[in-house]
């Protein structure tokens, strides 16, 4: 029987063949985050093989079907990477329920297509923060089973021990979920506090900071400092640049 059917992923198979609807086509193809897509969508401003279409899942094989936004072709974009190195105080968003600052005003005035976060800083958080228009390649980055480790160096409320560094790296579960470090080192110590350098493999919600407290231990400042192979260097705080083909193969490797 022909016809059009969903599925449980929300992918719609029309006479056998699988279609995304056009508004997660547009974003698959780097040129807007699908809730931008779908508003261009119902203001009238995207045609499917020439026909106006104001519904964003309207179904769409990519590749086959033709899009175009505002009579303009949606070849896929050129893939861009950046790094920024995100002050404190800012929230990885594209926008904030609550009004706050997002990363996003680091870029202001500048020239840039469509860029997502790949990964997040919490808002307390600083370093190193990629963002692309490629939203395959991206997922592939922050696959915790083939993405590369990240690296952070962390001000701590006290002076480490030799055990606390072992139960680092050992981990420990919390609410059912277990949390670890790669790697854990003291880099330099104060009279009070220190810094250490700590390596995941993983990135969970703010995981550095909750494998830290479950040993009663206070973050003073995190910085990511490097991911896989890319440093953050000597980039100012709220800088970016454009990645080079070979960073970005190499963060792949």
């Known amino acids: 029987m022909c016809g059009t059917r969903l599925s449980g992923s929300g992918v719609r198979r029309v006479a056998g063949v699988a279609r995304h609807g056009v508004a997660r086509v547009i974003s698959k ?3 807007a985050s699908r809730t931008t897509a779908a508003a261009w969508v119902r203001a009238g401003r995207v045609q499917v093989n020439g026909r106006v279409v104001r519904d964003a899942e309207f179904p769409v094989r990519q590749g086959v079907d033709r899009v175009t936004i505002d009579g303009q072709s949606t070849a896929a974009a050129t893939r861009v990477v950046l790094m920024l190195n995100k002050p404190r105080g800012l929230v990885t968003t594209t926008s904030d329920e609550q009004g706050r600052a997002t990363v996003y005003q680091c870029f202001a005035g500048a020239d840039l297509p469509w860029l997502a976060p790949v990964g997040r800083l919490d808002k307390a958080s600083e370093g190193l923060l990629l963002f692309s228009n490629d939203p395959a390649w991206a997922a592939r980055l922050a696959n915790p089973g083939s993405g590369p480790d990240k690296t952070y160096h962390v001000q701590i409320d006290q002076l480490p021990s030799a055990a606390l560094l072992q139960k680092l790296a050992r981990g420990v579960v919390l609410e059912g979920e277990r949390l670890g470090a790669r790697s854990a080192r003291c880099l330099r110590s104060g ?36 991911i896989g192979a890319l440093p953050l260097g000597e980039l100012p705080q709220g800088g970016w640049r ?12």
Do not use: Y
């Open 242 to 253: 454009l990645l080079s083909e070979r960073e970005i193969a190499a963060l792949c490797a």
């Open 191 to 226: 009279a009070r506090h220190a810094w250490l350098e700590i390596v995941l493999d993983e990135g969970r919600n703010r995981q550095i900071r909750r494998l830290l407290g479950a040993f009663d231990v206070s973050v003073l400042r995190l910085v990511r400092v490097r």
């Open 29 to 31: 193809m780097g040129m």
